[in-house]
């Protein structure tokens, strides 16, 4: 059977405003369909004319009042059903949005929008002891929705029905996810120098019969005997090559915060690790901003970025990670153009309500190009699980599972954050075994392995290519 052509979805809207058509084209470009816009005026007369159900070739979307019992399509009624609470809460105006016998009570484009956006965060004066949004706060939290991606599950509802409405004996295409592999480098080393007595009473707190162990591995590393365990990362990074899976690798440069545990200049025996990872260019380094980065300011992150390329070589991808997930960093006109911060350290899930790429910032750049910063939101990470949540590994890998089986359903990355001191198995048994599971179950249901940086980018292209297309086609 021939593969069907692209869905030709007609849009007219009562708001033609730049963030009314950003946020059209952040809902459609989570369809999963394959969608060229065409122009409204032409599928509004014909539809007029058939006065019945829209062809195949031509659906249009009208922004008209319009009472929910007249929508009657179970796929997209679900999503709706699922985002009511949301939509009571966050007081969206009750406008409909579709023509024909279709007709939604809500502005979902809108909804998308504000939840990619952060619309709750603002304002909000209640902050954790690191100056952070809490959980707590969060309205996706409260309702029971922040492990659902609920914009990404509401655009491919809405694909899901036009998809029917044009080709009613074709499947829907399946959605795209991504697996991104990404380890937080927190520590140089845990058995040498100031280090030492801080993580023998932690050894002592989480595990205190291994103590003598731990004293001996200490010794062991200062007599030149054994190398830190916890800068094995040349190991990981091979055992993750012969999987076929790439991964990020993020570290900081800087010590400008008490939190902040080492700096890069000073830590020889790391940099010369993360050399030998980069040498072949099958895996990536990002940056790992200092605490302090929010504080100092956006000169102070491209001091940062500097210093990487200078101890590692030019090849490092502009992506960063906020020390603490405190905040992105990172504007139009720096050197970081992809971001993955936002998430919950004290809670897994989706915090924006997506697990796709979306865009947090524009603004010209040079010679008047635009520059956008890219949010790869994170899915889950393994402190998170194991003290804020009180997870075992067995329990921890159920719940990744689980996040991950909601990304392959609505479509995105599936990424996971770990750090390779917590995969030293006398301080952290299983965990280590946690992390290598999830990244064998991803592939085996089909998630395509990909750096971090680079899936944003792919995302973020689609998202470019309908919003260019809406604006281009929209008439008021």
């Known amino acids: 059977m021939s593969e069907p052509g692209p869905l030709r979805l007609a849009l007219l809207l009562a708001d033609g405003s730049p963030r009314r058509l950003t946020a059209w084209a952040e809902l459609l470009c989570r369809a999963s369909v394959p969608l060229q816009i065409v122009r409204p005026d032409r599928a509004q007369a014909a539809v007029h004319e058939r006065g019945a159900l829209p062809l195949p070739f031509d659906i249009p979307c009208l922004h008209v009042p319009a009472p929910v019992r007249s929508f009657g399509r179970p796929e997209l009624h679900e999503a709706l059903e699922l985002c009511n609470p949301l939509i009571e809460e966050m007081d969206f105006p009750a406008t409909g949005s579709w023509a024909g016998e279709l007709a939604l009570a809500a502005d979902v484009a809108g909804l998308c929008h504000a939840l990619l956006h952060g ?29 659902m991606p609920v914009a990404d599950r509401l655009g491919r509802s809405i694909g899901t029905m036009l998809w029917r409405l044009a080709n009613r004996r074709e499947r829907l295409p399946d959605p795209e996810w991504f697996l991104c592999a990404t380890l ?39 007599a030149g005997l054994m190398e830190d365990p916890h800068l094995r990362l040349r190991e990981l990074a091979e055992a993750l090559e012969g999987m076929d899976v790439p991964a990020t690798f993020f570290c900081q440069t800087h010590r400008r915060h008490r939190l902040d545990s080492y700096r890069l200049s000073c830590s020889s025996r790391l940099v010369r690790y993360l050399r030998r990872i980069l040498k072949n260019g099958y895996h990536h380094v990002g940056l790992h901003g200092s605490y302090a980065t929010r504080d100092l300011g956006r000169g102070f992150l491209g001091s940062q970025w500097r210093q990487l390329r200078r101890l590692l070589g030019p090849g490092i991808e502009p992506v960063h990670r906020a020390h603490y997930l405190r905040e992105p960093a990172g504007a139009p006109g720096q050197e970081i153009t992809v971001d993955s911060t936002l998430g919950y350290g004290a809670r897994e899930g989706f915090r924006r309500g997506t697990a796709m790429p979306f865009r947090l910032k524009e603004a010209e750049g040079r010679r008047g190009r635009p520059r956008v910063l890219l949010e790869a939101p994170p899915t889950l990470m393994d402190s998170t699980l194991a003290q804020f949540r009180g997870m075992t590994p067995e329990q921890a890998w159920e719940t990744g599972r689980a996040l991950m089986l909601r990304v392959r359903d609505s479509g995105g990355l599936f990424v996971p954050i770990w750090h390779p001191h917590n995969m030293e198995p006398l301080l952290w048994p299983g965990w280590g075994e946690v992390f290598l599971d999830l990244v064998t179950e991803a592939k085996r249901l089909g998630a395509q392995p990909l750096p971090l940086a680079l899936a944003a980018r792919s995302a973020d292209s689609r998202f470019a290519a309908i919003r260019g297309e809406v604006s281009r086609y929209h008439v008021t």
Request: proline share 6%.
């Open 119 to 147: 619309a709750e965060e603002e304002g909000v004066a209640l902050r954790d002891e690191h100056g952070r949004f809490p959980p707590e706060e969060s309205l996706l939290v409260r309702r029971g929705l922040i492990d």
């Open 184 to 222: 937080d480098i927190d520590s140089a080393g845990m058995y040498r120098g100031r280090a030492l007595a801080r993580n023998l009473r932690t050894v002592w707190r989480m595990a205190p019969g291994s103590l003598p162990k731990a004293a001996g591995q200490a010794a062991m590393v200062h």
